[in-house]
């Protein structure tokens, strides 16, 4: 059987990124565990949004069936 919610669950990760503190590739972590699991795996759907402490990124595409592209542009603080 189908599963209803497929799509359309949220969850939160914590996204470390790739560049500083010698952090090769960007990972999520599983909060509820712990682990860290890779930002390309294919079990992830699609991000709705991803915050800093400046800024809120939102995606704003219908990911019911699973987002066309994961890439959130990372652009200037707005003044």
């Known amino acids: 059987m189908p599963d209803p919610l497929y799509g359309i669950r949220v969850h939160a990760w914590v996204l470390v990124l790739a560049g500083k503190r010698e952090v090769p590739e960007a ?16 079990e992830y759907l699609g991000i709705e949004c991803v915050w800093n402490h400046q800024n809120l990124w939102v995606n704003m595409q219908d990911c019911s069936n699973g987002c066309e592209v994961k890439y959130f542009a990372k652009t200037k603080k707005r003044e």
């Open 27 to 42: 990972f999520f972590i599983e909060p509820t565990t712990g682990y860290g699991k890779s930002a390309n795996d294919s």
